[in-house]
């Protein structure tokens, strides 16, 4: 009786276990072409490739947490169209909003002037939403958040502001600077995710994985 | 009389000029052999050079705000005696508190699996103790500070903080984990200055270098 047991316990287990492995073998797909996003999900281990949305995306909102949701799940609904077969779809988006108003990317040097000088010596919010796209057979779920980040800038002089334009580092970031850059000199704390300010929050995205049995690691 | 004044501003302009150019030059060492201080110096535009400090350090106090001010502070002290000329000497030292207790590194895995037991589902402090040397001449201007991140970690299953370790990621580091690599799995957000969690508060350094004169940058 006792060996029967044993021997129907190793079975469910490596039933178990052969589960668990056909679950970490999905599909994971980076919906975006930033090489911030990508460096992030390599930083938790995860192998995956990346199929950029294209095209643009519309918003029907000011606010700047429903706005990144939206824009994080028109990507990610973009490329499921495109993608074959069972597997996992990361859209993302990220905005600056300073008093509710939304910050983009600079247009040029002098609007990125505009925007330094706006955010420095005070804090702003960093908002990145994301979707998750999850297809297995016929039946698609989709998981939507967005994640705010506070970040306090130390007040800069112009020279500073002239001179980190002149890095061209400004340039192709929302509210015109990067935490992971230069900019790291004028921020002085920030309050919540500092990967959601760099571009996704891969510590939100991990748990939220993790508690839909969406868990797709290779490494942990 | 208008002519005058003009000439008289372009040459006050180029001795400021050059004034400000001499302290731009001044040499940066960095009394740590940490690769991810290096990084983090580099990552604000920073040319230093590399001289550690070597040898053991000792703390009088179990105040972990107040140890890394002590060991930072030594570090700096060592380097000063072996570099020559003026210079601006960076020492600093990080450790984990959990309820006022240091966490150093790990001896072994058992010790950092019991470490991340301790972190997780739950926030911790981060210390960076920072001394700056800054010598001109004969004399000797030192500047001690430290700086707390508060970090809350999401709740790790066993087999996380199994798979964490076999990573190897957590055997050199302060409190067995790095926020910078795998680990970023598993932080869900954090009150204070990220970079002095990886191991050097690069903002508040910056601050302290432009209030004193010791302005030292060469690139923005």
Redesign the interface.
């Known amino acids: 009786m006792i060996i029967h047991d044993i021997t129907r316990l190793t079975v469910l287990l490596a039933a178990k276990k052969d589960e668990i492995k056909k679950k970490m073998m999905k599909r994971i797909i980076l919906a975006s072409q930033s090489p911030r996003r990508k460096e ?1 999900l390599e ?3 995860l192998k995956f490739e990346i199929l950029p949305a294209g095209g643009e995306e519309r918003i029907t909102t000011k606010d700047p947490a429903l706005a990144v949701r939206e824009l994080a799940a028109q990507k990610a609904a973009k490329v499921l169209g495109r993608a074959k077969g069972d597997c996992l779809i990361i859209g993302a988006d990220t905005v600056v909003a300073l008093d509710g108003q939304i910050l983009g990317k600079p247009a040029d040097e002098e609007d990125a002037a505009r925007m330094l000088r706006m955010l420095q010596g005070r804090s702003h919010s960093v908002y990145t939403g994301v979707a998750l796209l999850h297809r297995e057979g016929d039946c698609v779920t989709e998981a939507v958040f967005s994640e705010e ?1 506070r970040v306090a800038f ?1 007040p800069m002089t112009e020279e ?1 502001i002239r ?2 334009i002149k ?1 061209k580092e400004p340039m192709d970031k929302a509210g015109a600077y990067g ?4 900019a ?12 959601n300010v760099v571009g996704l929050p ?3 995205i ?2 939220e994985l993790k508690k839909r049995g969406w868990f797709c ?1 290779q ?2």
Chains 1, 2 share one sequence.
Request: charge should be negative; proline fraction near 0%.
């Open positions: 992030l930083q938790v281990g980040t130390y500073e001179g980190y890095s935490i992971q850059g230069l790291a000199a004028f921020v002085e704390k920030i309050s919540g995710d500092y990967n891969v510590g939100r991990w748990q690691d490494t942990l």
